[in-house]
């Protein structure tokens, strides 16, 4: 089962981690999220201006060296979006995941 994460926290928000780290346990999760906070606009869609994705590196919301460097999430893919969670949801949809389950 492949399993889309989106959320209106940012990508380097923990909740968002933690959530990846129990839905690892029924499938593969795909993290797709904005590139920083945006609560209260989360079904706001950017209409003229480019958005732009980029991979995330799993791991880095962690501090290298300490007891959660990596977080223990590999391996799972991860989007950044310079744009609002529905910016990121449209993205994820149409172009970078394919065959969502959830």
Aim: aromatic share 4%; hydrophobic share 40%.
């Amino acid at each position: 089962m492949k399993i889309l994460v989106i959320n209106d926290d940012g990508i380097t928000s923990p909740g968002i981690w933690a959530a990846v780290r129990a839905l690892r346990q029924v499938g593969e999760v795909v993290v797709v999220a904005p590139d920083r906070q945006q609560s209260g606009v989360g079904a706001s869609l950017t209409l003229h201006a480019p958005v732009k994705a980029g991979e995330w590196t799993v791991g880095q919301e962690f501090q290298p060296g300490s007891e959660n460097e990596g977080g223990g999430l590999y391996p799972v893919s991860a989007f950044s979006v310079e744009g609002t969670p529905a910016d990121s949801c449209v993205l994820a949809l149409e172009n970078l995941v394919k065959d969502v389950d959830l």
